[in-house]
């Protein structure tokens, strides 16, 4: 049992964005196999969409007792095979577990020591394991939307990099969502809002996604307001 108290309150509003879920599962699918962890699933939004991959094994951990009792439910209710959860962290694991893949999805930022959080997860992987980040990019996008929800920071591509294992080496490190930046951008100037409404994230979820998941790929996913590392684990 964790005495974590998450203070957001974005997930039941992220919780109904299909068409960004759907993108982050087209970029994602690849590399969901085998036994997997999933660090922070909160509610299970991320879990029950991902987990419709093919995997042998899906632990799911949530420190906080509410949004691990609503994961509880969704893994009951929804009979996701194989899937179980803990309520804890990283540290709840003991050293033998091992993973084929473990995912921070929108959770690294929510971390004070994220470094060690990293250095924790690698220690869980198997050789050739693979790693995925995801996380809202660039501090400078930084907003009390981003304090109202517990974030410590935002990432660029160099930090994400400074922070790596050295036996994580990195596949794939890119932006996400180039026309949602300019939303975020425009929140941060001019609307300063510390909560999106629900009319807003249907919006960016129904018009600006998919014309990011095309633009996106024109710019080599070199600008968005999310970044995705995707790691691997070195034989050493």
Known sequence: ?????????????????????????SLLREYIKGDVLEV???IGSNTHLLCQSSYRTWLCLEPDTVLFNSLKQLINVNCIINCSAINGTINSLNEEQLFDLILYIDVLEH?????????????????????????PSHQWLFTSFDLAVGHYRRYNKSMLKAILPDDIEIIKLDYLDCIGLLASLSNKLFLKQSQPTFKQIA??????IPISRIVDKILSYRLGKSILLIGRKKFL
């Open 111 to 135: 971390i004070s020591d994220d470094q060690e959080e990293l250095v924790k997860a690698s220690q869980h992987l198997k050789k050739n394991g693979k790693l995925i980040v995801l996380s």
């Open 203 to 208: 919006i960016w979820d129904k018009f600006m």
């Open 1 to 25: 049992m964790n005495n974590f108290s998450y203070i957001g309150e974005e997930l039941v509003l992220f919780a109904q964005a299909k068409n960004w879920k759907n993108y982050l599962r």
């Open 40 to 42: 922070g699933a909160g």
